[in-house]
């Protein structure tokens, strides 16, 4: 204790226990405030502010004091709203704003408060405890363009203010967040219908979920809104009718491969397009109607593919050896029922008639190979083989792109290629073994 200490009051003494226990002598309310402005030591300052009853010196305490526990003493004291309204605006310390934010009830204040406070954290706290939903519409759309509107859109929770704003609204980010949220079915399906923003019918028709709508969506002009329709759909008999009669061939095809019914695929197998064709053989799994197909199809496309699903290679490749598609098709085909086996040799007798010589020469040194193992599918066509293998290459011909003549040259008969005699021929120039004797 110093000298001076025995000259001043006990409020001013040096040692900061010897002026707590002061102020609890104190009644005069100018000191008290005198102590929490100026005392340098918080637990002083924090026992004089228990003394306040100033709510204006509260507010000043709790807004200007260096020490979080004297700023919280002091605001927990005031019980005005609207000098807690004032910290709130005021304070620069964002957890003791929103707690001060949550003694607030005036509604006015709160909705203030989400609005102009420089701290998002509190603009979102505040929107939170806006229980009147008109109110959030209106701020809402006050505020549309800036991020504070988009935060307040996403708690609101009533559908009516939902299609306001779906509908009000002339922010199109607003709109779609409004649009993703609605359940009313109609009201989406007004907005696909009506609606002048693509992107906007298209947000309302991700977010339907019934499916009659769905099933009316699947007439609708934007094939961006069939689309998504027939990839919701799940009802059977709406899928049906789609797979039957949509003039869209990309809705068809959905529905299709989300079809249950057998016998329906089995209908869609004469169907006039080829698309369609395919893709019901493709996704039909009753064994006796794949066995129908693949035996008593008018289309040898449809036929080769049941082949297939039934484990048929050899047949899948006589229907492509037979019916003798382009070369572009034929290595789709050949590359879809595998490499191995028939189905790669086959594939390799294809090879030799591309008219790129280095493909064909590729092909003609396996079947070489084959030829001297003396492998059953390169005899049947030794012949054709050998000659096409054996003959001079030469590098002459009006339209390389033109390859018709040599789609010809080795699964038809030499008449069927006199029609082709603008080209000369190209062989590969390679030996071929002698026609095996035993």
């Known amino acids: 204790m110093g000298l001076s200490d025995h000259f001043r009051p006990k409020w001013k003494h040096s040692d900061y226990t010897i002026r707590i226990k002061a102020i609890r002598e104190i009644d005069d309310p100018e000191i008290i405030e005198e102590i929490v402005k100026n005392d340098d030591h918080w637990r002083v300052r924090l026992f004089a502010v228990e003394k306040i009853a100033d709510e204006d010196q509260l507010l000043l305490a709790a807004i200007r004091d260096q020490v979080k526990k004297v700023r919280l003493a002091a605001m927990r004291k005031i019980t005005s709203e609207q000098l807690l309204y004032e910290f709130v605006r005021r304070s620069e310390n964002t957890d003791e704003c929103i707690e001060a934010l949550k003694r607030l009830s005036n509604e006015h204040m709160i909705i203030q408060i989400a609005d102009e406070h420089y701290n998002i954290d509190v603009n979102v706290a505040a929107l939170k405890m806006i229980r009147n939903q008109k109110k959030l519409v209106e701020f809402v759309l006050e505020n549309e363009g800036m991020e504070i509107s988009k935060i307040a859109l996403g708690i609101i929770k009533d559908m009516e203010s939902l299609n306001a704003i779906a509908y009000r609204a002339t922010d199109i980010t607003l709109r779609q967040m409004a649009i993703s949220k609605l359940v009313d079915q109609e009201v989406l399906a007004d907005i696909i219908e009506n609606d002048s923003n693509l992107f906007l019918r298209t947000t309302a028709a991700n977010a339907v979920e019934s499916q009659v709508v769905l ?87 449809v036929r080769w593919i049941a082949h297939e699903k039934l484990g048929n290679n050899e047949e899948a490749a006589r229907e492509i050896t037979q019916n003798n598609p382009g070369w572009d098709y034929r290595e789709k085909v050949y590359e879809h029922i595998g490499k191995s086996g028939s189905a790669r040799i086959e594939r390799y007798k294809a090879m030799l008639c591309k008219y790129r010589w280095d493909s064909r020469k590729t092909a003609a040194n396996h079947l070489i190979q084959l030829a001297k193992e003396k492998n059953y599918q390169v005899v049947i066509d030794w012949q054709r083989i050998h000659d096409l293998i054996t003959e001079p290459h030469v590098d002459r011909h009006r339209d390389h792109n033109d390859v018709s003549w040599i789609q010809g040259r080795m699964f038809r008969s030499s008449s069927d290629c006199s029609n082709h005699s603008d080209h000369t021929d190209t062989g590969i120039g390679l030996s071929f073994p002698p026609y095996p004797s035993d």
Do not use: Y
């Open 215 to 301: 099933g009316k969506c699947l007439g609708h002009s934007e094939h961006s809104i069939r689309m998504i329709a027939v990839k919701k759909l799940s009802d059977q008999e709406i899928l049906k009718t789609a797979a039957f009669e949509n003039w869209d061939i990309d809705v068809r095809k959905i529905a299709i491969q989300k079809l249950e019914d057998q016998d329906s695929l089995k209908m869609l197998l004469n169907d006039p397009e080829t698309e369609i064709r395919f893709e019901a053989i493709s996704m039909l799994q009753n064994h006796d109607h794949l066995l129908e197909a693949a035996t008593s199809n008018w289309d040898w496309q």
